[in-house]
Each structure stands twice: as C-alpha cells, then as structure tokens.
C-alpha cells in the first residue's frame, strides 16, 4: 500500500473518540528504546471507535499495527501513514470452561496468568513471552516446545474497511515465528483452548519458564529478544542461531550504542544511545560474519519497519 505524507491526511481523518497523535514518537512504545515518528498515531478508545475510524480512512493510506513493541525495530526515519496501538481497551480475557477470550491488545503475561488461575495448561510458555495477544499470533510466538498455533482455536479481526472477519485457526497456516495472516488484517481478539490442570502444578511451570529465562536472557535491557531465527533446513538445520553467532565470534560485538549481548548473542542491546541504523548495521554485520564463518544466511526475527532517516 502507498504511503501517504502527513499533509495529505490532514482534512481526509474520521471522528474518532480515541486519541490521535501527530508526529508521534515511536521510541517509547517499542522495547529497544529507538526509532523515529509516526506521522499519526491512533489509539481508540473501544472497538466501535476502531471500526468507524477504519471505515473512514482511506485506503490509499498506510496502516502499521503495533502492540508492545516487543518484537520490532523501528527505523529512524519513522513510519509514514497511521500506526495504531491497541491498548487497554483490547486488553480484556475472559475465561469460559477449556476456553479462553482475549482482546488483541492483552499481554501474553496476563493471559497467563488467567490461564493459571482457570486452572488451564498449556499456555505456561505465555508467561515468558513480553508481548500482546495479537503480536503473539501474527508471528506465532513460542518457547520450551509450545507455540501459540498448539493452543488457538480462532482470532477475530477487523478488515482495512472495518468489517468483522473470524477465522478459525485450522484454515491459518503458521510457520515457525510467522503466520499466512494478511498484514492488512487487524487482530482485534482470540479464542484459546487450555487443557484443565491444578494451578499450583500450572504455577511451578511458570516458576520454571520465568527462572530460566532470568538464568539466559538479558531481560532488563533495551531489547528486542531474538533477533535471528534458527535455522531449519539445509547444513544448519537444528543449529541455533546463538551458536552461529559464537562461533563467527560476535559475542560482545558493537555499533555505535548497539552491542550483541554477552549473555544471550543472539540479542541485540541498546546500551543507551543507540540509534536504529546501529541496531540494524550491527544486525547485519552479524549476518556478514556469519555467512563468511559458517555459510549459513541468518534471517531476521526481529521485523524492522519504517523509513530509513535521510
Ligand atoms: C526479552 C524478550 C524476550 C522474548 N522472548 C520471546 C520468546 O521466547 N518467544 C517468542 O516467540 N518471542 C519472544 N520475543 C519476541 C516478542 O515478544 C514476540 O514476537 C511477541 O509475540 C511480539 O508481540 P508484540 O505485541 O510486542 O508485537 P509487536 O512487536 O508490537 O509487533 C510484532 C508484529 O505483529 C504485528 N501486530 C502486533 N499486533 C497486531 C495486531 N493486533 N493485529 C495485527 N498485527 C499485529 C506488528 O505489525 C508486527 O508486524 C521476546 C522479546 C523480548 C524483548
């Protein structure tokens, strides 16, 4: 879809009760810390506000849906068109027998919790996973062995022209970290199946995921968790991208304020003043090495969005 400058969207904006933004800063709302503006930010205050907003907007202009910014870089240059965030308007769960409701805009954090105390398992992996319901399905967010395509049974979504669409899990297909989901779909909710179990067998699970994590990932820092995925076919196969990583030597490597974290080299770190372009060059340069040292193509995980500043 064409991207539209900020001038031309002034005049051609709905109503809307929810807040919009002009020029708004992306640095805030994405887990690295970094980036540039977005021309128009929008967070509406329930679903009717994002449906009548959707509904007249025109097409022609760019639509970029975030959520906790977990999984994202954004460039520099900032995002031309709308990003909308769906906060806690979108954050309701409710849980229903084996099933749970969850509003796109939901943390997996919470959900996990409810999960816990539904006495539902099999979402314990939720717990480690520091971002939204929605973000979770787009790239099928997983660990220890789960994913979130074991446990969906349909998401709810809302077309470019604000129209409900349900679509039950089985006609997704998911692929590991990635989803066949439109981009132009927004996912505004989900229904999920946990499987009965005792809470407290359900919180030493968690227990379990949480230590482990505090124990290999350098949590409390400007992150944006893994930046490469592992990969799954040819010579590497079964190899872990940390791995390639270590053995092209790039443990502690740095860019400007971006440095390969020593705990987890597969994470990339703002140590402070990073700019998007050092996270993305020192990404890159990872790549580089790792092509020449092991032959393998590293792909991102991380998806880098936005406009490069000029
Ligand atoms: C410390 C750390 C640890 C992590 N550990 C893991 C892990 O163990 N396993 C794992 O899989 N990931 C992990 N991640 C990555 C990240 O948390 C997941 O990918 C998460 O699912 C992203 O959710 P989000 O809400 O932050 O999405 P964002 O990063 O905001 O967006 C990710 C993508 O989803 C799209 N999107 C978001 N919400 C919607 C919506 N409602 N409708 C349509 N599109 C949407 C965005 O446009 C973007 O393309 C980790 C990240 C960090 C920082």
């Known amino acids: 879809m064409a991207a539209v400058a900020l001038s031309s969207l002034e005049g051609r904006l709905p109503n809307v009760r929810g807040r919009l933004t002009k020029d708004a800063p992306l640095s805030g709302l994405t887990w690295f810390r970094t980036g540039g503006v977005a021309d128009l930010l929008f967070r509406p205050s329930d679903e009717a506000d994002l449906k009548s907003f959707l509904k007249g907007l025109s097409e022609a202009i760019s639509l970029t849906v975030i959520g906790l910014g977990s999984n994202l870089l ?53 717990r480690g996973i520091p971002g939204t319901v929605g973000g979770a399905v787009v790239m099928n967010a997983g660990a220890y062995g789960s994913e979130t395509a074991d446990v969906l049974i349909s998401v709810r979504c809302l077309d ?16 590991y970290r990635s989803t066949s989901l439109s981009p132009d779909l927004l996912i505004v909710g989900v229904v999920i199946r946990g499987t009965p179990a005792e809470p407290q067998t359900i919180a030493e699970n968690m227990s379990q995921i949480v230590e482990a994590r505090e124990e290999s990932q350098p949590l409390r820092t400007r ?88």
């Open 74 to 126: 954004v460039r520099d240059g900032g995002i031309r068109g709308v990003v909308i965030k769906l906060g806690k308007p979108f954050g309701d769960i409710d849980t229903k027998g084996d099933q749970i409701t969850a509003g796109a805009g939901a943390s997996c954090v919470a959900l996990a919790h409810r999960a816990r105390v539904a006495g539902l398992a099999g979402l314990e992996f939720f």
């Open 223 to 310: 992150t944006g968790g893994s930046t490469f995925k592992n990969p799954d076919v040819g010579q590497a196969a079964g190899r872990k991208a940390w791995q390639l990583i270590e053995e092209a030597g790039c443990r502690g490597l740095t860019i400007g304020g971006a440095q390969v974290s020593e705990k987890h080299c597969n994470f990339l770190i703002n140590t402070g003043a990073a700019t998007s372009k050092d996270l993305e060059s020192l990404g890159e340069e990872v790549r580089r090495r790792v092509k020449q040292a092991t032959g393998v193509d590293l792909e991102w995980e991380i998806r880098r969005i936005g406009e490069r500043k000029r």
């Open 160 to 175: 470019r022209s604000g129209r409900d669409i349900r679509i039950p899990a089985t006609e997704i297909d998911f692929g």
